[in-house]
């Protein structure tokens, strides 16, 4: 493994990503923000929960970026287009399954069949996080297939 290279790149796409997914909600794609559900996982303060969460965000898209890098090691090589498809596959499995499993998860998040209650007050993101927008979907498919195609690109396997 090229550790130089995925500190480098696994951190640069991890940022791209988080931006992305924070212009989506600038934008009014979206209403989901990653960091803030990330960050009340750890505190039920609301603004503390942005910074804490997105400190949380890029060490876990950090981290996440060695599953790619093991992935393309083993193939060898590592192109845009091999790392756009893992970013598809990924917005994929977080949209129809990680999405779904989060209220199970979260202390604070309402579920779909229990509504809120005064510990779990956040919305439950839902089939393709459609609870937070009818962009979700797309914003989130677009920052993690930018987010492959960026360690793909730069990557550089030994």
Do not use: C
């Not at 979206?30 to 559900?37: A, D, E, Q």
């Not at 917005?91 to 209220?103: E, K, Y």
């Amino acid at each position: 493994m090229n550790v130089a290279s995925w500190l480098l790149w696994g951190f640069a796409a991890t940022l791209v990503l988080t931006g992305l997914l924070s212009v989506g909600q600038g934008l009014g794609l979206t209403r989901m923000s990653l960091p803030f559900i990330l960050g009340t996982f750890f505190t039920p303060d609301r603004d503390r929960a942005k910074l804490v969460g997105f400190g949380v965000h890029l060490a876990n898209g950090w981290l996440f970026s060695l599953l790619y890098v093991a992935f393309f090691q083993s193939w060898h090589r590592a192109t845009w287009w091999l790392g756009a498809i893992l970013g598809a596959v990924q917005a994929a499995i977080v949209l129809t399954t990680g999405m779904r499993l989060l209220p199970g998860l979260h202390p604070r998040m309402a579920s779909e069949t229990h509504g809120p209650t005064p510990t779990r007050q956040l919305e439950p993101p839902g089939f393709l996080a459609l609870n937070y927008g009818a962009r979700t979907a797309l914003a989130t498919f677009v920052a993690h297939v930018a987010y492959g195609l960026i360690l793909g690109a730069f990557y550089r396997p030994v």
